[in-house]
Each structure stands twice: as structure tokens, then as C-alpha cells.
């Protein structure tokens, strides 16, 4: 994504970044600028951002102790599938 001015299909793709504030300032910047320009993109990014907020408030359910580990090692191998192509046993 570079610093010029922005096109819809660019701030849709860096929608989630820009909301989790993983963008430069100069990158934060060129998006805000497109949002306030565009209608249909504030609202598409408006409407992500109340999501995000929804399901961090009523998502609180913590997962089963070492599944998350579980599924950072079978990620890690590589090896996502079984030889019948199932889903892998965690």
C-alpha cells in the first residue's frame, strides 16, 4: 500500500489492519482521508469496527487449556490434513 491517494479496493483490504492499528501513520492517514471522502467505505469499515466491538464484548469464553498449542503445532507441521483428507485431530 503506498502513501498516494487510495481507491475503494485498497482500503477494503487494509480494512482490518487500519482497525487493529497495525498501519504506519502515513498509511492510518491515507485511509482516514479516503473514509471521510467516501461514503460507502466509512460505512463498510463503520460497520466492521461495531462488529469487532461485539464480539470482543460477548466473546469472552476462554478455549480449552492447550488447544490453542495444539493448533499452533499442527499449523506449524505443516501436515493440516490426514491421508483421507479429514479434518486434523487436535
Not at 17 to 24: C, R
Not at 26 to 52: M, N, P, W
Amino acid at each position: 500500500m503506498g502513501d498516494a491517494e487510495m481507491n475503494c479496493d485498497a482500503v477494503i483490504e487494509e480494512m482490518y489492519t487500519f482497525l487493529d492499528g497495525e498501519l504506519t501513520t502515513s498509511q492510518r492517514i491515507t485511509i482516514t482521508s479516503h473514509l471521510e471522502g467516501c461514503v460507502d467505505c466509512h460505512e463498510v469499515v463503520d460497520f466492521h469496527a461495531e462488529l469487532k466491538l461485539v464480539i470482543a464484548q460477548r466473546c469472552t469464553e476462554r478455549v480449552p487449556d492447550g488447544l490453542e498449542e495444539r493448533i499452533r503445532k499442527v499449523l506449524a507441521s505443516g501436515d493440516h490434513n490426514d491421508p483421507a483428507g479429514g479434518i486434523p485431530r487436535l
